[in-house]
């Protein structure tokens, strides 16, 4: 009986330490982003965004040439990757003993030889922070919360399947047209730049707009296979506040 009791006491304790520390080893955070326009620009145009299979909800500023954006995190989570391309696809699971097709998305894909740009973002703390926090640590005084850090940018390329990696943040928009730098911190993602010149590329600040709204045209399809970002809004006398769902 002893024993019993025992195990059913060890047992009861796990289970109270597993409901405590689940959460935390699951707990997600935003992450802020943003698609700098030049200032040049008399409106700024919208882009879809998606990730992790949802529409991310996007503000495109009416005071400002920028449109912010925010994406879900693990609180431990260290690299993002990021595409921009006009369109993406996707590829349906095949059943190869049987030889046919089942409803179920595999993965997405990039369409074939379109141009795109792919990127993976690595937080890593700054240089001078790193040097200081050496020389602190000799005299015991090391306070790693107040380190601050970057994301580190390395352009790549896709598999020849033209697979996008799961948790990618895909940017529906020109990728001829943009830049990225390092930069950005915790709470931030380095800055999306579109080039000055983009009304001599584009051929007028017309055109733009006018092949800015094709993509979100061509965007509805890939709509469907992705659902909306839950919002919750809350307003009161002085202000209005937009909850964005992580899950």
């Known amino acids: 009986m002893r024993k019993k009791n025992k195990y059913l006491l060890l047992l009861s304790f796990i289970f109270a330490y597993l409901s405590i520390t689940m959460p935390l080893l699951h707990a997600r955070s935003l992450m802020m982003g943003m698609i700098q326009f030049p200032r040049t620009l008399k409106k700024t145009p919208s882009i879809r965004i998606y990730y992790c299979g949802k529409i991310v909800n996007s503000h495109t500023h009416k005071d ?3 449109v912010t954006f925010e994406v879900s995190k693990n609180n ?28 179920t998305i595999d993965y997405l894909r990039l369409p074939p030889k379109q141009p795109y740009k792919f990127f993976r973002l690595e937080l890593l703390p700054d240089v001078l922070e790193t040097m200081n926090a050496i020389k602190t640590s ?3 005084e090391l306070e790693t919360e107040n ?5 580190q940018v390395y352009e790549e390329q896709l598999p020849a399947t033209g697979k996008i990696p799961d948790e990618t943040i895909v940017v529906c928009y020109f ?17 999306i730049t579109i080039k000055r ?9 017309e055109k733009l707009y006018e092949e800015s709204l094709k993509l979100q045209i061509a965007s509805l399809d890939t709509d469907t296979i992705h ?20 899950t």
């Open 64 to 66: 400002m040439p920028k």
């Open 76 to 103: 431990h989570q260290t690299t993002f990757y990021l595409l921009v391309t006009e369109q993406i696809q996707y590829q349906i699971k095949t059943c190869n003993h049987l030889g046919w097709q089942s409803n």
């Open 147 to 151: 380190k601050q850090y970057h994301w």
């Open 227 to 246: 659902v909306p970002t839950k919002q919750e809004i809350k307003q009161d006398q002085q202000r209005t506040l937009i909850i964005n769902h992580l």
């Open 197 to 205: 010149n983009i009304i001599d590329q584009m051929g007028s600040e």
């Open 138 to 140: 000799k005299t015991n």
């Open 175 to 191: 990728p001829e047209l943009i830049t990225m730098n390092k930069g950005g911190n915790k709470l931030e993602l380095p800055p």
